[in-house]
């Protein structure tokens, strides 16, 4: 899945290697020129430069596709603005913010940031960890009785978006619990998907595997 890297500085270039070098579809977006022209010839990510606060640029890098955003700016207060955006506007499932100091890591918790880090090299013990649960998961498969349950992230281009769960679920699979804003939802009448929600499927391998498609968005 494509993972989307705010920043051009230090961090950022490592980030892209190291995403890179696991195979990952990494694209970068930056607004200093020669960073951006350095980084096309010394990286294997696609680099955009242009204003990060631009909805039609940050389109143009692909963060209505993005399955992880990483902001490592070095302007916190345009970092908590980054990290509003793409969780209101565009939904991205899971937001990476890195921060040079702890003065505004509240604040971008609330605007949605899945992880806050300070520490430099805390990042990329949380980046490992991250990018071997990221996406659509299976959490266990039994072939012999046809059952499968899933994880899988709502991402801004499910056609399920604002959705009722009971209309969704069917008998062949059903949305069992949502993650969303660090709590369990268990589906009533009432339930929508919204953007980030982590939607946990049980059904047979078919129908659950078609159905995590559609709230995906993929």
């Known amino acids: 899945m494509p993972t989307l890297i705010a920043g051009g500085g230090s961090v950022a270039a490592r980030v892209a290697r190291m995403l890179s070098e696991r195979g990952e579809n990494v694209t970068l977006i930056d607004e200093d020129k020669q960073r951006c022209e350095w980084l096309s010839k010394n990286s294997d990510a696609q680099v955009y430069n242009g204003n990060i606060l631009d909805p039609s640029i940050l ?19 345009i970092s908590r603005k ?8 565009f939904g991205v499932p899971r937001v990476v913010a890195v921060l040079n100091s702890s003065d505004l890591k509240d ?29 659509q998961k299976t959490l266990y498969l039994d072939r012999e009785q046809d059952r499968k349950v899933t994880r899988v992230s709502v991402r801004a281009t499910s056609e399920l978006l604002g959705e009722k769960v009971t209309k969704i679920s069917n008998k ?38 078609k159905l995590a498609s559609k709230v995906e968005g993929s």
């Open 172 to 209: 062949s699979a059903k949305i069992v619990a949502i993650g969303r804003g660090g709590n369990t939802v268990f589906p009533d009448d009432d339930t929508v998907l919204q953007m980030g929600d982590e939607v946990f499927l049980i059904g047979n391998e078919r129908e659950v595997d």
């Open 107 to 135: 604040k971008i918790k609330e605007s949605g940031a899945d992880k806050v880090i300070v520490s430099e090299e805390l990042l990329f013990n949380e980046l490992e960890g991250l990018f071997q649960t990221r996406g």
């Open 59 to 77: 389109l143009e890098a692909g963060i209505d596709k993005a399955d992880t955003l990483v902001v490592a700016l070095a302007v916190d207060e």
């Open 82 to 89: 980054l990290v509003d955006l793409a969780k209101s506007q």
